[in-house]
C-alpha cells in the first residue's frame, strides 16, 4: 500500500499555514518529484510524511495505518530518508553510518548489505574514512547507501518508501545523474520514491508523476511529470519563463523522443545550442 497524505493542512503558525489542502500518493514503483519555488513547503511536506510533524488537519497513512501510530522500529522498517543536509557530531566512519540504517530496524548489520550499497553510492572505496571528513557530495552519497542498506534488509512483505529532500544538490553532475539512475532502479525494484528537487531538468528526466506546490504551499498541478513539469504550468508559479528542449543529437534525424528532455529558463538558451525549444 502506498504512502499517502490526504488533503494535508499544517502550520508552525496558525495564522499562517505552510501547507494547505497537499496531496500526495507515493505509490510503489513510482518516483514522485516534489517541485515548487523556495519556501513553499516541499522540506515540511517531507517531514510530514516522515511522521516528525503532524497535520493540523488531513491525514497521513502508510499501509492504510496513521504514520505517527507507527513505532520507531516500525517507521525504520518501512521508510528511508536522505536530508538535504548530513551532519554528525561524532567520529564515525563511513561504513558505520550506513550500519545505522539497519540498527535503527532493530536487525543485526549484515557485511554484505552494508558494502553492496556502498558499491551502489559508488563511495565504496570510502569505507573506512571518518564520515565527517568527506565532501558534502560525498557525504549525501553515504546517506543515500544509508537508505539503500534500510529498504534492502526491510521484512519481506513490507512496504518500502524512501524520501529524499534534494539529494543531488552536493554532487557534481555525473554523480547527480548516477544517483537518479539509482533511484529509478529503486523505484523498478517496487520502492516508492518521493524527491524535493529544483532541478526541474532532472525531475522531468526521472520522475513519473510530479507536485507542484506554489509559494503559499497550495498544490498548482499534481499528475504525470510530462504533463505538469511543461512551460506553461510552471511561469505562473515560479514568474520565469520556461522553454521544454531537447539535448542535440550528432544524428539530426533522431527523434525528440530518444533524446534527453530539459526545463530551461528562457533567457539561458543560447542560439544554435539546444534543438526545437518550445516556449510557455
Avoid: W
Avoid at 516522515?50 to 488537519?57: A, C, F, K, T
Avoid at 522500529?73 to 553510518?97: D, I, N
Wanted: with cysteine; proline share 8%; hydrophobic share 40%.
Amino acid at each position: 500500500m502506498p504512502l499517502i497524505a490526504q488533503d494535508v493542512t499544517f502550520a508552525y503558525h496558525r495564522a499562517r499555514p505552510v501547507l494547505r489542502g497537499v496531496t500526495l500518493e507515493v505509490e510503489p514503483g513510482r518516483i514522485s518529484a516534489i517541485v515548487g519555488p523556495n519556501g513553499s513547503g516541499k522540506s515540511t511536506l517531507v517531514r510530514l510524511l516522515l511522521g516528525r510533524l503532524h497535520p493540523q488537519s488531513g491525514r497521513i497513512t502508510l499501509d492504510n495505518r496513521p504514520i505517527n501510530r507507527l513505532s520507531a522500529r516500525a517507521r525504520a522498517q518501512r521508510l528511508a530518508y536522505v536530508p538535504q543536509h548530513a551532519s554528525l557530531a561524532f567520529r564515525y566512519s563511513v561504513e558505520q553510518v550506513v550500519r545505522f540504517g539497519l540498527i535503527a530496524q532493530g536487525r543485526s548489520p549484515s557485511q554484505s548489505v552494508v558494502f553492496r550499497a556502498l558499491e551502489r553510492a559508488d563511495i565504496a572505496d570510502r569505507a573506512g574514512e571518518p564520515f565527517a571528513q568527506l565532501s558534502a557530495g560525498q557525504q549525501q552519497r553515504v546517506t543515500l547507501a544509508r537508505a539503500i542498506a534500510q529498504l534492502s534488509s526491510a521484512p519481506e512483505g513490507t512496504p518500502r518508501v524512501l524520501l529524499a529532500d534534494e539529494p543531488t544538490a552536493s554532487m557534481d553532475p555525473r554523480h547527480a545523474l548516477a544517483c537518479m539512475e539509482l533511484l529509478r532502479d529503486l523505484a523498478s525494484d517496487g520502492v516508492g520514491v518521493a524527491i524535493v528537487i529544483h532541478d526541474l531538468s532532472l525531475a522531468l528526466r526521472v520522475a513519473d508523476h510530479a507536485l507542484l506546490l506554489d509559494d503559499h504551499g497550495r498544490p498548482a498541478a499534481s499528475g504525470p511529470a510530462d504533463e505538469v513539469l511543461t512551460p506553461a504550468t510552471l511561469r505562473p508559479v515560479f514568474g520565469v519563463r520556461f522553454a521544454r528542449v531537447h539535448a542535440r543529437a550528432h544524428d539530426e534525424q533522431t527523434p525528440d523522443s530518444e533524446r534527453p528532455p530539459a526545463l530551461i529558463p528562457i533567457t539561458t538558451i543560447a542560439p544554435g545550442e539546444l534543438a526545437h525549444p518550445r516556449e510557455g
